[in-house]
């Protein structure tokens, strides 16, 4: 149970600040954030091979959901020992994440399909209404599985964001507190918008990154060995590409971690801030 320090007011998070202060956190600590996403990374690459063995080279979009639904497993080892090295130090990660499981790890998945359960639902008929590959005549009328998956899409769009602005609630699993969307509602309010656009233009700018890194690297393999890619060079370009990815998500779940503190309060030991009514 979480104790409260009553009538502090709550502060106003600072868009530039908290950017600025991520990306500080990670450049300052990159051998570390190496060393925390190396197991993460091998079991993510490990789904990815799974995914090519039972589909072939050609995924559908269902299936590449499963294989990321399951992947935030390994996520959920990094995004918690990555919390904590923000948050404590790095003599709060003990041991090579990736490599034991507990009650951290376990609610942080909790909390993360507490937020994302409706989203992940309406993403997954999003698809099974949409026809794949998707065909967008240049005009007449949508055809009517494309008709039909754009309201649901939407609705998936709005859930999502919802979910982002929860989303800093995911680390208090990190430093063994109790937690619940609800809360990350409460000490949200009155700074929405800039919960949202730090995560949201963090999360931008990863998805860019490495989405040019992984172009990057198919280019340079594929004029190296040709297509399709064989076993070899497509694992090693996949390892590559997961790297990145773990990197690029590091600003985000650094900001998570620098809202919570920021808008609870929280101290080592010490209470939380009350939070708004």
């Known amino acids: ?15 530039s600040d908290l950017i600025t ?12 954030l190496l060393d925390i996403i190396l197991v993460p990374t091998i079991i993510s690459v490990g789904l990815q091979l799974a995914g090519r063995w039972i589909s072939g080279e050609r995924i559908e ?15 959920a080892m990094f995004a918690v020992a990555w919390y904590r090295l923000v948050l404590l130090g790095p003599a709060a990660v003990s041991g090579t994440p990736g490599f034991g499981w507990t009650a951290r790890e376990q609610g942080y998945l909790g909390q993360l399909l507490l937020i994302s359960a409706i989203p992940i639902i309406l993403h997954a008929l999003f698809w099974l209404l949409m026809p794949w590959p998707m065909e967008v005549p240049a005009s007449g009328p949508l055809p009517p599985g494309v008709a039909s998956a754009m309201p649901v899409g939407v609705a998936f769009t709005i859930t999502a964001i919802i979910a982002l602005r929860l989303s800093f609630g995911l680390v208090a699993p990190s430093v063994d507190m109790a937690w619940s969307p609800h809360l990350s509602w409460r000490y949200g309010k009155g700074n929405g918008p800039a ?5 949201l233009l ?21 004029g190296i060995f040709g297509g399709p890619l064989t076993a070899g060079p497509w694992l090693v370009v996949t390892l590559l590409s997961e790297t990145f990815a773990y990197v690029c998500i590091a ?5 998570q971690a620098l809202i919570f503190r920021a808008l609870t309060g929280w101290a080592p030991g010490g209470p939380l801030r009350q939070p708004p009514p």
Not at 251 to 255: A, F, G, K, M, N
């Open 1 to 15: 149970m979480a104790s409260y320090l009553v009538g502090v007011e709550p502060p106003r998070l600072v868009f």
């Open 202 to 222: 963090l999360m931008i700018i990863g998805m860019i990154v490495k989405a040019i890194a992984t172009a990057m690297l198919l280019a340079l393999s594929l």
């Open 195 to 199: 919960i949202l656009f730090a995560l």
């Open 61 to 75: 979009p269902l299936e590449a959901m499963a294989i990321k639904l399951v992947d935030f497993i390994p996520t």
């Open 21 to 32: 202060e991520a990306f500080s956190r990670v450049t300052g600590n990159i051998r570390a």
């Open 251 to 255: 600003p985000l779940v650094t900001v």
